[in-house]
């Protein structure tokens, strides 16, 4: 049976997806830290499990503190994400 992710992990999940549709690039923990209310710290723990479900993966390139991409997987649950 396959993990769920949290609603937090999914708010960050969202938050990534929507930053990289609108700015081309992943945003920085500082900026997520920033955009959710949390700690660089937190920011950090959400994007390492979010790598274990498999929704992100590191970016062999891209600028320097940017190195986060979208799975698949990322995108399709962001895709059929819906806030209510």
């Known amino acids: 049976m396959e993990r769920q992710l949290t609603d937090k992990q999914m708010r960050t999940l969202r938050f990534i997806y929507d930053y990289i549709k609108s700015n081309d690039c992943a945003p920085t ?3 997520i830290g920033e955009a959710l209310g949390i700690s660089i710290a937190t920011a950090n723990n959400r994007i390492f499990y ?6 992100l993966r590191k970016s062999a390139t ?3 503190r940017r190195n986060i991409a979208l799975t698949e997987k990322g995108i399709s649950l962001c ?4 806030e209510e």
């Not at 979010?50 to 929704?55: A, I, R, T, W």
């Open 79 to 82: 895709e059929s994400f819906s």
């Open 29 to 31: 923990k500082k900026e």
């Open 50 to 55: 979010l790598l274990g479900y498999d929704c």
């Open 62 to 64: 891209g600028q320097w």
